[in-house]
């Protein structure tokens, strides 16, 4: 199952993800944060693995990942990965 993962480094914020995502739920979440907008993935068993949000993003924040079997990894919490893991991508 692949699910959209967004590299927090790259991400400016834009919501261009959030603008052309399909889904419905959106799988997609602009956050504030300070000065600073971020992309979070709240939504992700939404994913119909289009790749728009992959070739919308100018910074090329976000890559489409696979993860084996029907559910996200037990560390997928809430949007993001559970920082230190293999998927925080901070």
Avoid: Q
């Avoid at 119909?48 to 990894?73: H, K, N, Q, R, S």
Wanted: charge should be negative; aromatic fraction near 8%; hydrophobic fraction near 35%.
């Amino acid at each position: 199952m692949p699910g959209p993962i967004v590299d927090h480094d790259k991400c400016n914020g834009d919501e261009e993800c959030f603008n052309v995502c399909p889904a419905d739920p959106n799988v997609f979440e602009i956050r504030d944060e300070g000065e600073n907008k971020k992309s979070y993935v709240v939504h992700p068993e939404e994913c119909i693995e289009c790749g728009l949000c992959v070739d919308a993003c100018p910074t090329g924040a976000i890559t489409l990942e696979w993860f084996w079997g029907d559910m996200f990894p037990s560390n997928w919490m809430g949007g993001r990965a559970v920082e230190g893991t293999a998927l925080e991508m901070r």
